[in-house]
């Protein structure tokens, strides 16, 4: 049986993925926005760090939130058009296995397929990432599917 | 390219602002050497002399949860109150302590060791004594080994019972140090 990692004390997580964070919401978002995404997203994961249950796949997971954040961020700053092209642009980081099959799904669906499948999170924590409930991280990954099965058969 | 020192500093107060954080430390400076001080919103947690925090992070997250984060903030009164006692101006700490997760015996033990005064000092035995125990001199001396939050729960002040100062979980130095600057010594 495979035993799952055990959860770093946040001080460690926090060390060890800010860099990388940080020059994400960078690229995303510019320098001077990226600041408040930066906090944004350590305190999204600090509120859901006491849920999880396993320490597997952290870096997925703070990258997720990261890409949430800045989503966040952009739907604030700019026209809804452009959204969907920063939506699939590059989350390629945190999602390169499941990337060719999930490359067309809307974004939240995409994001519970490749956490689930991809990184075998549980719903809790896809749903901490996505800033959501369970049961919707759940109904997003099971569309996210159907509409892959779809476009595979089709 | 890294984190500058003002978006980690203002990370840090607002993760303890928002109650976010079960166990936050700093390392402070004292006249007997770097102490890793920690607190949970329960109280003061721990001090320790082993002031690197790559070895203790996870013996906090034990005791308190893995949201452990070194956050000046969460140490200010532990660190004004240390301060104080260092300079000779304050003799009793006015701080409630989170001593959760310690067998009975080990906090009885401790309350009583907490009512020794500044520059006084007792014997293991008479502790032992004190939580009805007379024979447990020994374990008395294990309590105090493991304390956890030393010097505010004072086992610098607990000698053998001919006077020998027998031993300290910090170093013998810092017990002569802490004594010296009560003038129990």
Request: net charge neutral; aromatic share 6%.
């Amino acid at each position: 049986m495979m035993h799952a990692v055990a959860i770093p004390p946040f001080e460690r997580f926090y060390e060890q993925h800010s860099v990388e964070v940080l020059r994400l919401l960078r690229r995303r978002l510019g320098t001077d926005l990226a600041d408040d995404a930066f906090q944004e997203t350590f305190l999204r994961a600090l509120k859901a760090y006491r849920r999880l249950d396993h320490g597997d796949h952290l870096r997925a997971w703070v990258l997720t939130i990261a890409q949430n954040v800045a989503l966040d961020a952009l739907r604030r700053a700019r026209p809804v058009a452009e959204l969907v092209d920063a939506a699939t642009e590059d989350s390629r980081p945190a999602y390169e296995d499941l990337a060719e099959l999930t490359d067309g799904l809307p974004r939240t669906e995409r994001a519970a397929v490749v956490l689930r499948y991809g990184y075998d999170l549980s719903y809790d924590q896809i749903a901490s990432a996505l800033g959501s409930t369970p049961d919707a991280a759940r109904q997003a990954a099971s569309t996210g599917v159907r509409r892959i099965r779809r476009s595979v058969s089709s | 390219m890294s984190i500058s020192p003002d978006l980690d500093r203002s990370f840090r107060e607002a993760a303890v602002t928002l109650e976010l954080v079960d166990m936050g430390f700093d390392v402070l400076d004292s006249p007997i050497g770097q102490l890793l001080v920690a607190a949970s919103p329960r109280g003061l947690a721990a001090i320790s002399f082993e002031s690197d925090p790559e070895d203790r992070l996870e013996r906090l997250a034990r005791i308190a949860g893995p949201c452990v984060l070194r956050s000046p903030k969460s140490v200010d009164t532990p660190r004004r109150e240390l301060d104080e006692y260092f300079a000779g101006r304050r003799r009793v700490f006015d701080l409630t302590l989170d001593l959760r997760a310690l067998p009975p015996f080990t906090v009885s033990v401790l309350h009583e060791l907490a009512r020794v005064r500044y520059g006084e000092t007792t014997t293991y035995g008479a502790l032992a004594a004190a939580v009805g125990n007379p024979k447990a001199a020994r374990a008395v001396g294990t309590v105090m080994n493991r304390n956890r939050i030393p010097i505010v729960l004072p086992c610098h002040r607990v000698v053998g019972a001919s006077g020998d100062l027998v031993g300290y979980a910090g170093g013998l130095d810092k017990k002569i140090a802490l004594l010296e600057l009560e003038g129990a010594r």
